[in-house]
């Protein structure tokens, strides 16, 4: 850019002007990236055990009224039909669904702890694999095969025994690690036959409440050992397209469903705290439009104060693009500074609720997707200013 250009046309410009616009579109970059980094942060301690907002999955069954729990399990009151699954998942806030499988024969196990034998009646259940919240090692089952069967039962089930029937009973206290060397043999029987297989926990579940194994595995069970009893699914797992959807809830209401632990409180939470970022990010993205239009009307301004120089540079040979890349240049220069400035503010501010994100049990999420969403904001800023400045300097250079 040649030097004559910027000592005619700077002489005009309003560093106020531009300071009030950068610091308007500061405020307003920074309110939409600290808010985003908030609900992600927020959102990451889903990952976490017990987390109070990990509730974009549901698990569904109908109410036991009245004496149709004296019929006995499996009945049509209590299950679900093909066409109430199919319900379930045409409605436009669920992503997925999947079934409860449970053993339609009878189920014993033994475990042996420190010489103590324990023996109990026993149920199993199985849903599709990408409704777990854990992938553990060794998690298939080959039917005929000697290898254990692998199980995942409830977190809730071993702190029931630690701090419930052990402590009370004098039995040892056992843990997550140590709980999955424990021997553990399991005797199927059912349709005429009996057999005892060996089995392994090999994870434990803070979705899912209960003993479940491998489809594969109770595909082959009940297809050996059932007794054709089973009339369908009782439970069903739904996830949401949308965590805490309040639609979801209605729906479940109105067909008088039962929504498993609180998982209708935790999703209103959530609801909550996206339908708070949302209003905040709009809030946010007003400042920022507002900056945009204030920046329009200085450069306007400046363009009319200099409309008298833009024609004198026309009549030297100086092109259109010549006289804009001045402005751009400016602009270019004020918009990366409030890139950086307002990074840098969300970085400090996001640093004041991280101890309370670990305390929760979470690491906090990248800010990575936090910043590309700043910098798409400000390259989209900045083509916007860069069109104007060029069609009104054309439009100048016509006059």
Not at 28 to 44: E, K
Not at 129 to 147: L, M, N, V
Not at 191 to 198: A, I, L, R, T
Not at 249 to 269: F, L, P, Q, R, V
Request: overall charge neutral; some cysteine; hydrophobic content about 45%.
């Amino acid at each position: 850019m040649s030097n004559p250009i910027r000592r005619l046309l700077r002489r005009n410009i309003s560093g106020g002007q531009i300071a009030g616009y950068a610091v308007a579109n500061l405020a307003g970059l920074m309110i939409v990236l600290t808010a985003l980094q908030f609900y992600r942060d927020i959102t990451s301690v889903s990952d976490a055990e017990d987390s109070f907002v990990s509730s974009d999955y549901l698990i569904i069954s109908k109410r036991v009224e009245g004496i149709s729990g004296l019929m006995g399990g499996g009945k049509p009151g209590t299950t679900f039909t093909s066409e109430e699954r199919a319900d379930v998942a045409s409605q436009p806030w669920a992503a997925a669904v999947g079934e409860f499988t449970a053993a339609d024969f009878n189920i014993g196990a033994n475990v042996n702890m420190g010489g103590a034998h324990l023996s109990t009646a026993l149920f199993l259940e199985s849903i599709p694999d990408e409704f777990f919240d854990i992938s553990p090692r060794g998690w298939d089952y080959r039917p005929g095969s000697s290898d254990p069967v692998p199980v995942i039962i409830s977190k809730d089930y071993l702190t029931l025994y630690n701090f419930g029937f052990a402590a009370s009973r004098g039995m040892p206290q056992i843990s997550e690690e140590l709980i999955g060397m424990l021997p553990l043999r399991l005797s199927l029987s059912g349709n005429g036959h009996q057999q005892w297989v060996d089995a392994r926990i090999v994870g434990f579940s803070s979705r899912l409440n209960t003993i479940a194994v491998p489809e594969t595995f109770m595909t082959w069970a009940n297809g050996v050992y059932g007794e054709g009893n089973s009339s369908g699914p009782s439970r069903l797992i739904v996830k949401l397209k949308r965590a805490g959807d309040p639609e979801a809830t209605k729906y479940m209401e109105s067909h008088g469903y039962e929504i498993a632990g609180d998982k209708a409180s935790g999703g209103k939470s959530v609801y909550f705290l996206s339908m708070v970022t949302t209003v905040v990010v709009a809030i946010g993205a007003v400042i920022s439009l507002l900056a945009f239009f204030i920046l329009l009307l200085s450069i306007y301004l400046l363009l009319q104060k200099n409309r008298s120089k833009i024609h004198d540079l026309m009549l030297l040979g100086y092109t259109p693009g010549q006289v804009a890349r001045y402005y751009e240049t400016i602009v270019t220069v004020v918009n990366l500074s409030v890139l950086l400035l307002a990074v840098g503010g969300m970085l400090a501010v996001s640093s004041m609720w991280q101890e309370q994100i670990e305390a929760l049990g979470a690491r906090g999420a990248s800010c990575v997707p936090t910043v590309l969403t700043g910098a798409a904001i400000i390259i989209a800023i900045t083509a916007g200013n860069i069109i104007a400045i060029s069609r009104n300097i054309r439009k100048g250079f016509r006059e």
